[in-house]
């Protein structure tokens, strides 16, 4: 079946401006995350979907920083006035579930470099 | 704060030898999981070992856990040039109101050379 997918692939922007990223779980999967990713570091968390409701946003770096999810289903990140701290690569990711001591795979998509100039 | 540390940062080996990476983390742990990554883009998952186990197999891979010293190792052996890629750590933890969090660490990027 179709994984995770992501959109746009990659985005330039300037400084500024105010950028959508758009997330596309694997049907089903009830947990959508959103990590950052900067140049040669490791996955920095963001925020986490369970349904239609974020109960960790922890990791929204200020509040230029917002998501949301409707239906269950696709997830928007959207970043306002982009600053270039802001660029780097933005991946999301979906797993059957999110709660509960048992643990699900998360599944990774290509995630989305971001550019601001 | 980063609760995994992979090391070496970097690893350069002949295929054939077999990789070893290592991770550290700080608090307590549900599960650890290996996540590969190629070219900067989406990552994949490679194996999960829970709390409770001390060693797991997955084909070529091999990974162990001391909880002890909050560390975790993952061997690659008879490596080929298609292993070359970041490979990072990430530990399962609860960070309350029923929600878990997996938190990655910077990644040990290897070069298998042919």
């Known amino acids: 079946g179709a994984g995770v997918s992501q959109s746009p692939s990659n985005k330039v922007t300037e400084k500024g401006k105010d950028v959508e990223l758009r997330c596309d779980p694997i049907s089903g999967h009830t947990a959508l995350y959103w990590y950052r990713q900067s140049l040669g570091q490791g996955l920095e968390f963001l925020i986490y979907f369970q349904g239609n409701s974020a109960p960790d946003k922890s990791g929204l770096p200020s509040d230029r920083f917002s998501a949301e999810r409707t239906g269950g289903s696709v997830s928007t990140l959207t970043i306002q006035r982009t600053q270039q701290e802001d660029s780097a690569v933005y991946l999301c990711?979906?797993?059957?579930?999110?709660?509960?001591?048992?643990?699900?795979?998360?599944?990774f998509g290509p995630g989305t470099r971001l550019t601001v100039t | 704060s980063q609760q995994g540390e992979e090391d070496p940062q970097a690893l350069s080996i002949q295929e054939g030898e077999n990789a070893t990476m290592n991770c550290s983390y700080k608090t307590s742990i549900n599960n650890l999981q290996w996540y590969r990554q190629n070219s900067g883009r989406g990552l994949v998952h490679l194996i999960l070992?829970?709390?409770?186990?001390r060693e797991k197999h997955s084909g070529r891979l091999r990974v162990t856990l001391d909880t002890s010293k909050k560390s975790s190792s993952l061997l690659i052996t008879a490596s080929r040039a298609a292993d070359t890629a970041s490979y990072f750590c990430?530990?399962?933890?609860?960070?309350?109101?029923?929600?878990?969090?997996?938190?990655f660490g910077k990644g040990t990027k290897l070069s298998v050379i042919p």
């Open positions: 990711a979906s797993s059957l579930n999110g709660g509960g001591a048992t643990n699900y795979e998360q599944y």
């Open positions: 990430a530990t399962r933890t609860y960070s309350g109101a029923g929600s878990y969090q997996l938190t």
């Open positions: 070992i829970r709390s409770n186990e």
